[in-house]
Structure formats: C-alpha cells, structure tokens
C-alpha cells in the first residue's frame, strides 16, 4: 500500500502562486511516477503533471508554462509549483502514485487531495 499526503493547497487572488506538495510512505518495492491531477467544478479530473523516476516529466496542455512539477524519489516527495495562477485553476488537486507492489502488475493509489481557490 502507498499513502500519500498532500499540502499546500489554499485561496489566493489572481496571478497570486502556491507550491503543493505530497509525501509517499508504504510499503512498496519501487514508485513509478508520481503526479498531479485536478477536478474542476463540474468537470472530469484531468492530468496536470506527471514526473517518472527516471526524472521525465509530462504536463497538461491546460497548465504549460505556468506550472512546474519536480520530485525527489530519494525523499518520496512531488510537488508542483503553481504560478501566476487564474481562476480557470480552481479546483481540487490530487496527488498521485504508480507503485511496485508484490503484485504482477503496478497499481496507483491517490492522496485525498487539496483545495485550490482562485479568485478576486
């Protein structure tokens, strides 16, 4: 199994930033990757970034340019800094992992995520 925490989440203003963070611990062979979704109201959870342990990332189309992910697999550690954030960023913000387990196949667990608000 793989716990995760999130922190950092909050209500800022436009333009204002915020850096989340999340914190892995379990009991696991390896992690895979580890990233960030979001949930905005009313629509689906989509992809904000994603960093492999090899260190290669991925983002959204939504957030490029704006916001930065980085991870530290010695520390089980991701975070993802947000910048010059818009109100289109509202949202809750979900922490996830892609595990080794004793099992065939990898699984992802998600953290319980963290509110961001942004508005004027």
């Known amino acids: 199994q793989v716990q995760l925490v999130e922190s950092g989440g909050g209500a800022v203003q436009p333009g204002d930033s915020l850096r989340l963070s999340c914190a892995a611990s379990?009991?696991?062979?390896?992690?895979?990757?580890m990233g960030w979704y979001r949930q905005r109201p009313g629509k689906q959870r989509e992809l904000v970034a994603i960093?492999?342990?090899?260190?290669?990332?991925n983002y959204g189309d939504s957030v490029k340019d704006r916001f930065t992910i980085s991870g530290n697999y010695v520390k089980k550690m991701v975070y993802l800094q947000m910048n010059s954030l818009e109100p289109g960023d509202t949202a809750g913000y979900y922490c996830?992992?892609?595990?080794?387990?004793?099992?065939?196949?990898?699984?992802?667990?998600w953290g319980q995520g963290v509110q961001v608000t942004v508005s004027s």
């Open positions: 996830f992992a892609r595990a080794q387990l004793a099992t065939p196949v990898p699984s992802v667990y």
């Open positions: 379990g009991r696991f062979f390896e992690l895979i990757s």
């Open positions: 960093v492999g342990n090899d260190y290669s990332i």
